[in-house]
């Protein structure tokens, strides 16, 4: 089985600014997939980066990075140079990687990320 | 990536009555998955389908209520039955591409279901 924690159901942050949303997660899998959604007001799930398991480099993409700490079983989102629009729910997910297994999403409870002007 | 289509995008419905969700992909892929997300809550998952076989629920899910179908590679459908309030929900699917693929997993804009 997998679970996610997020712990900070809100954060705030100054625009222009960086801020990290923590994520850990618990797994028995040795394979397996870290992700990173957004979800505006409108509702829809939008894919900002992946982590692998096996990937020694942290994932970057454009404005956001995630610092990948396996021994700590830690996967968190950095935003740097924070803008209005960044203003969402933030979602942190896992999946497991094997041959021939679905690889379903396991959500933490997300993070609800103000920016201020 | 992949365009994930999903019809209705929002609908208000009656209480008892049933609404079937369209998810369509541009792209062939293996497994597609419904989520749910309640009001203010995560996403967790319902089903999962694959083409050719039975649905695969998870614990709190059953087919007689979430009847879902896989006829091909690019489409599925989700219907909630005998819908009340507590149905009222965003469904979202979402698709898995063939191995290799890991760091691939998109999600369609989404169903608002209102139930009165």
């Known amino acids: 089985a997998q679970k996610i924690t997020q712990t900070q159901p809100g954060m705030f942050v100054q625009e222009k600014e960086a801020v990290t949303l923590d994520c850990t997660y618990d797994t028995s899998d040795q394979s397996y997939g870290l992700f990173w959604y957004k979800q505006p007001s409108s509702g829809e799930m939008i894919f900002l980066i992946y982590q692998g398991s096996y990937d020694e480099q942290n994932a970057t993409e454009g404005r956001y990075s995630l610092n990948f700490q396996k021994a700590r079983k830690s996967a968190n989102l950095v935003i740097s140079a924070s803008q209005l629009g960044d203003s969402a729910m933030y979602f942190c997910?896992?999946?497991?990687?094997?041959?021939?297994?679905?690889?379903?999403?396991?959500f933490g409870s997300g993070t609800q990320l103000t920016v201020l002007p | 990536s992949a365009v994930i289509s999903q019809k209705p995008s929002r609908d208000i419905c009656q209480r008892g009555t049933s609404l079937t969700i369209q998810c369509q992909v541009d792209?062939?892929?293996?497994?597609m998955f419904w989520y749910r997300q309640q009001p203010g809550q995560s996403l967790t998952l319902i089903a999962t389908a694959n083409q050719g076989s039975e649905a695969t629920y998870e614990s709190g899910f059953v087919i007689d209520k979430f009847p879902i179908s896989r006829p091909n590679l690019t489409f599925s459908t989700l219907t909630v039955s005998n819908m009340s309030p507590e149905d009222s929900s965003i469904y979202l699917c979402?698709?898995?591409?063939?191995?290799?693929?890991?760091?691939?997993?998109?999600f369609g804009p989404g169903t608002r279901l209102t139930v009165l």
């Open positions: 979402s698709v898995e591409f063939p191995e290799g693929r890991w760091n691939e997993q998109f």
């Open positions: 997910a896992m999946s497991p990687i094997s041959s021939g297994s679905a690889r379903q999403l396991t």
């Open positions: 792209s062939q892929v293996t497994m």
